[in-house]
């Protein structure tokens, strides 16, 4: 018996209807982020791994455990990219975008991260990524947060709530992250094991567990609002201000951290208690510090990353983007019509382009043609029958609604469907 061959664990298909409902999210957050003058820019999803362990940070989860890295044949450490914005930063760097020049960009795929496969957590997944360089101040901190407001609103997403806070400076963290060793060091025996370890690599991770025996004990931790310099303290004040005016309602959560080390000032995240555990369907902060990181000249920029499948997972279906296949359906009456019928087609998607028209094939009578038409969730169908051919006209069949049958000319067609389909 043969075996039948199966996706990768945590590497999933998309099929029909559900890539439907891809479609109407990825065509609505592009139409958003033009909206506000952000381009696309498009990357590969292999790269040097030195392009993450560089900027990520050699002593992250991400890195110690989650990447897939292997050896080329050339000898070279490649990675299959775990995000994306390290990515980003390589190609403006490469292709000189950033030279006297800010820029707006985004760009969307796959990222891949060996962990355990749940709900809303994949070891491939998709994001779409938002980067903005050369912005130095509050404003455009708010014009993002404002632009993923938006976005909410035009998915029919009323069920997210905002959370922001600030990392200051490196330097600033620096001296926060030596207070928190020392107080998790007092506490050890508290710890559990996933802390300990962080207590090592990054302490700042401690205070985003998910695990609720540590929430006491991170409440009673040094706050990073004591170490922060007046620079810090001033840019989120314009931050907090620019979102008042702006009606966006948000909570100041100060254990709100980023679990990589480019990550500075303004961090924020939009939450959803409809997903379980994995309830962040959106972050992303501010990383003044990694362009020259990675070896620009020193450049503000902020960014964020919206996970698509936890996005999905939130919109109702019926309002998830058109699952049907066709908006109209062509149907002949015998094999001596399949040309013209095929020709009529043609000329429907001539005359209106984006309009879906399935012309039927395999052969069947009209009563079969009609079911196929009707799951396909066409709205009109159109017969072309012997009498209809020699006249140069055809039946037009409205399938949704009361609209009465009518034979019209094929060169008022166009107007017709139109009419049909509201558009």
Not at 76 to 104: F, I, K, N, W, Y
Not at 175 to 200: C, I, K, W
Not at 290 to 316: K, Q, S
Not at 371 to 381: E, F
Request: proline residues 4%.
């Amino acid at each position: 018996m043969k075996q039948t061959l199966r996706a990768i664990r945590g590497m999933n298909d998309v099929v029909p209807p559900q890539t439907a409902h891809w479609q109407w999210l990825e065509k609505t957050i592009g139409t958003v982020l033009a909206g506000y003058g952000y381009r696309e820019i498009r990357l590969p999803l292999v790269e040097l791994t030195q392009v993450f362990s560089r900027s990520i940070g050699e002593v992250t989860d991400i890195v110690q455990k989650e990447m897939y890295t292997f050896t080329d044949r050339n000898g070279d450490s490649l990675t299959l990219r775990p995000e994306g914005t390290a990515s980003c930063v390589r190609a403006v760097l490469e292709h000189g975008l950033l030279h006297q020049q800010a820029q707006r960009l985004w760009y969307r795929g796959a990222m891949f991260r060996h962990e355990r496969p749940q709900k809303g957590r994949y070891r491939q997944f998709h994001q779409v990524g938002v980067e903005a360089f050369g912005y130095p101040g509050p404003d455009i901190d708010a014009e993002i947060i404002l632009m993923t407001a938006r976005l909410w609103r035009e998915l029919g997403l009323g069920n997210l709530r905002l959370e922001i806070n600030t990392l200051g400076t490196s330097e600033e963290r620096r001296g926060y992250r030596d207070a928190l060793t020392v107080y998790f060091a007092q506490h050890r025996e508290r710890l559990d094991a996933e802390s300990a370890a962080r207590l090592e690599r990054n302490p700042l991770r401690i205070l985003d567990s998910k695990n609720p025996d540590m929430k006491t004990l991170n409440a009673g931790a040094p706050v990073l609002a004591d170490h922060l310099g007046e620079e810090s303290r001033a840019h989120f004040a314009g931050l907090r201000a620019l979102l008042d005016a702006a009606g966006i309602a948000y909570e100041v959560n100060p254990h709100l951290v980023r679990g990589l080390d480019y990550y500075a000032k303004t961090v924020f995240e939009w939450i959803t208690d409809e997903l379980g555990a994995q309830g962040t369907v959106c972050a992303g902060g501010r990383y003044d510090g990694l362009v020259e990181l990675m070896g620009g000249e020193p450049t503000p920029a902020i960014g964020f990353a919206l996970g698509m499948e936890r996005l999905l997972e939130l919109i109702a279906a019926n309002a998830a983007g058109e699952t049907t296949e066709a908006d109209c359906y062509v149907l002949s009456a015998g094999p001596e019509l399949l040309g013209p019928a095929q020709a009529v087609a043609e000329q429907l998607r001539d005359a209106l382009p984006g309009v879906r028209v399935i012309c039927h094939c395999g052969g069947g009578s009209l009563k079969s043609q009609m079911k196929k038409a009707d799951r396909a969730g066409a709205a009109v169908a159109l017969i072309l029958g012997p009498d209809e051919h020699v006249a140069g006209e055809i039946t037009v069949k409205a399938l949704r609604g009361e609209t009465a049958q009518q034979r019209v000319p094929l060169a008022e067609l166009a107007a017709a469907v139109r009419g049909l389909l509201g558009r």
